[in-house]
């Protein structure tokens, strides 16, 4: 039974890969590095799809990674998305959902702050280590609507509070707040 299931896991590889090949055709255009990284450059092999395989030793496979992951503008967007889906679990009082993806966003709170240490006080000081990560965590635990929807008001107030202490107040502009800034009645 067991190579039949390893058969068959070879086989629905083989076509995915083949599948995904064949999705997108080749363009013909000859693989370059981009011109925004000189770095690259340096790198013996030529440009593949092997980006991190391709790199000529470990230090340059980190650096690449670190690169990649970017600083706290990804964490960020993935914070949004679940401070827009704990909005969403309080209106539709699907208090779980919302445990749920408050507890993702100080995880992604802390990765933020490892990205980018600098950033870590406000992080903390406006947000993890004072009432409001508690207090909207304690709203969702007690299933009590009025109390959630007043708690993610001030968990709204706190993220507005400190992109201003991050300079970059301009965030409190984005629809994210638009969309949030009040419970429908």
């Known amino acids: 039974m067991s190579s039949h299931l390893?058969?068959?896991?070879?086989?629905?590889?083989?076509?995915?890969?083949?599948?995904?090949?064949?999705?997108?055709p080749?363009?013909?255009?000859?693989?370059?590095?981009?011109?925004?990284?000189?770095?690259?450059?340096?790198?013996?092999r030529p440009p593949s799809n092997n980006w991190?395989?391709?790199?000529?030793?470990?230090?340059?496979?980190?650096?690449?990674?670190?690169?990649a992951a970017g600083g706290t503008d990804i964490p960020m967007w993935e914070i949004a998305h679940r401070y827009e889906e704990l909005y969403a679990a309080i209106?539709?009082?699907?208090?779980?959902?919302g445990v749920y993806h408050w507890e993702?966003?100080?995880?992604?709170?802390?990765?933020?702050?490892m990205k980018r240490p600098a950033r870590t006080e406000n992080i903390e000081r406006l947000f993890l280590d004072n009432a409001v990560w508690t207090s909207m965590h304690e709203a969702l635990k007690s299933r009590d609507a009025g109390r959630m929807r007043t708690q993610f008001l001030a968990v709204r107030q706190a993220c507005m509070a400190?992109?201003?202490a991050e300079r970059v107040g301009f965030l409190n502009d984005s629809s994210v707040f638009t969309r949030t800034a009040a419970f429908p009645r």
Not at 53 to 66: I, K, S, V
Not at 91 to 97: G, H, L, S, T, V
Not at 104 to 113: E, I, P, Q, S, W
Request: with cysteine; hydrophobic share 45%; aromatic share 6%.
């Open 26 to 44: 080749p363009t013909g255009i000859a693989p370059r590095f981009p011109t925004a990284y000189k770095e690259l450059a340096q790198q013996t």
């Open 162 to 164: 400190c992109h201003v």
């Open 91 to 97: 209106q539709a009082n699907n208090w779980e959902m």
């Open 6 to 24: 390893a058969g068959a896991a070879v086989l629905w590889l083989a076509a995915s890969v083949a599948l995904a090949q064949s999705v997108v």
């Open 52 to 67: 991190l395989l391709d790199a000529n030793d470990d230090t340059e496979r980190f650096r690449r990674l670190q690169v």
């Open 104 to 113: 993702k966003v100080r995880d992604r709170l802390n990765t933020a702050g």
